[in-house]
């Protein structure tokens, strides 16, 4: 089938009023290319979007509101802490968005590759087994500009913390900071993962305290002249 990669329910907030997505390549021989569906591509069979399909209905009702039982216990301006979460359900609806990546062949995710892991997280999906919570444990920020949450989808990265490899993916407004390492048990913040007693953690930062997303930034603004004239052509197509 046509399979998103990341699921559908994170690009509302990037759809323009036309439901279409500008998709800015950082190279600047590349085009920028226009969607109006969030990034396919032929992947899963009819079963196993269903199977998935379970994992991303909790995930958005619980991300974004809806008729779940989950109880937050605390608040504060650096950190939200549900409680109640069902681990089993989100904590396969966050290893289905990494898998999937590994085994896209979509541009955007041509540097993630998850190696031995890929087939091991396959089979905890196939078999609908969560792990332990540190076994490829995501840690999840909120991106805020002061008042609300600020939505972007980027390509995801590798990066090295301490002798550890992450990758983090950007999408729905939050980063997703994945540890992926056999040794994942020592990670000095592995407390702020999804838990098996049905806690999470989910950190705010402004987006301005982001060093990479600054970065991006740089090569979005010198690409902003041809993002409007692209803009400013679609509009005159009504």
Not at 88 to 103: C, D, E, G, V
Request: charged content about 30%; some cysteine.
């Amino acid at each position: 089938m046509e399979s998103h990669i990341i699921p559908e329910f994170f690009y509302k907030s990037v759809y323009d009023k036309k439901h279409k997505i500008y998709c800015i390549p950082k190279s600047e021989n590349k085009r920028i290319e226009i969607l109006q569906k969030g990034i396919r591509e032929k992947l899963l069979c009819k079963n196993c979007e269903q199977k998935f399909s379970i994992f991303e209905n909790y995930a958005k009702k619980l991300i974004y509101g809806g008729r779940i039982d989950v109880k937050i216990t605390q608040g504060a301006p650096q950190y939200t802490i549900y409680n109640d979460v069902d681990y089993k359900t989100f904590k396969l609806f966050q290893l289905s968005n990494i898998w999937r990546a590994s085994i896209a062949r979509k541009p955007m995710f041509a540097d993630f590759n998850l190696g031995p892991h890929e087939e091991k997280i396959r089979q905890m999906l196939l078999t609908e087994n969560p792990g332990k919570y540190y076994e490829y444990g995501c840690l999840i920020m909120a991106m805020t500009d002061g008042s609300e949450i600020m939505d972007i989808i980027c390509d995801p990265r590798l990066v090295r913390v301490d002798n550890f490899r992450c990758y983090i993916f950007l999408f729905g407004g939050f980063i997703w900071f994945y540890v992926i390492a056999k040794h994942a048990n020592k990670f000095p913040n592995k407390y702020l993962f999804a838990s098996e007693n049905g806690r999470l953690i989910i950190l705010k930062e402004h987006i301005h305290n982001i060093d990479f997303l600054q970065a991006d930034a740089k090569i979005l603004r010198s690409r902003v002249d041809e993002y409007s004239r692209l803009a400013q052509k679609d509009a005159r197509i009504i």
